[in-house]
């Protein structure tokens, strides 16, 4: 589908390039017809209804519509790298960060970025240790029984919605 957005951008696009061309030629030769009585006024008139009308229209809906389906694709590739992310996590309960990212082809940050998203959004329970590297899929609710930290057994705090740190180890619990 976005790559369709994309084509029907570029097809409205060059229909507005060539019936401004066929518009331009049209009027041009009405200009330099010997028989015709067509003047450059109102060549340059009918140019100006024509591309106001019909050309800039369908050159501008289509640079629109072009874009929209280019931002629909990043999207969706970042969802994609997304739902990978959460498959890989889910099979292995356990992994480390820097297997997360030669497996999705991105780095650290973007890992961080995906997993601190999925929070948000509360597609993902666990916690991840970002000294060792490790991030740990756990069930919610196991989770919330738990007031040590998994880790080194210290106390948790609050760090925001959906993420308890371990105050002396730094491991970060995400709750859905």
Same mark, same amino acid.
């Given at each position: 589908?976005? *790559? ?5 951008g %570029?097809v409205?696009?060059? /229909?507005?390039a ?5 518009a331009?030629?049209?009027?041009l030769?009405?200009? =330099? ?5 067509? #003047? ?9 209804v024509?591309?106001a009308?019909v050309?800039?229209?369908l *050159?501008g809906?289509? %640079? ?8 629909? *694709?990043?999207?969706?590739?970042? /969802? ?6 959460l498959?890989?996590i #889910?099979?292995a309960g #356990?992994i480390t960060?820097a297997?997360l990212?030669?497996?999705l082809?991105?780095?650290?940050d973007?890992?961080?970025?995906? %997993?601190?998203?999925?929070?948000s959004?509360?597609?993902? /329970?666990? =916690? ?8 740990y899929?756990?069930q *919610?609710?196991?989770m919330?029984q738990n007031?040590? &930290?998994p880790? $080194?057994?210290g106390a948790?705090?609050l /760090?925001?919605k959906?993420l308890?740190? $371990?105050?002396? &180890? ?7």
């Amino acid at each position: 589908m976005v *790559a369709s957005t994309r084509i029907i951008g %570029l097809v409205l696009m060059a /229909a507005g390039a060539a019936i401004g061309l066929v518009a331009v030629a049209w009027l041009l030769s009405g200009v =330099y017809d010997p028989d015709g009585d067509l #003047e450059w006024s109102g060549a340059i008139l009918g140019l100006a209804v024509i591309f106001a009308v019909v050309v800039f229209p369908l *050159a501008g809906g289509g %640079l629109v519509v072009y874009r929209r389906g280019s931002a629909e *694709a990043t999207l969706f590739e970042r /969802a994609g790298a997304q739902r990978k992310l959460l498959g890989i996590i #889910e099979a292995a309960g #356990e992994i480390t960060i820097a297997d997360l990212a030669l497996q999705l082809q991105g780095t650290r940050d973007s890992v961080r970025d995906d %997993l601190y998203d999925l929070v948000s959004k509360g597609l993902f /329970a666990g =916690y991840v240790d970002w000294d060792r590297g490790v991030l740990y899929a756990r069930q *919610a609710s196991q989770m919330r029984q738990n007031e040590t &930290c998994p880790n $080194c057994g210290g106390a948790l705090s609050l /760090a925001g919605k959906g993420l308890i740190r $371990c105050q002396y &180890c730094g491991a970060e619990i995400f709750l859905p």
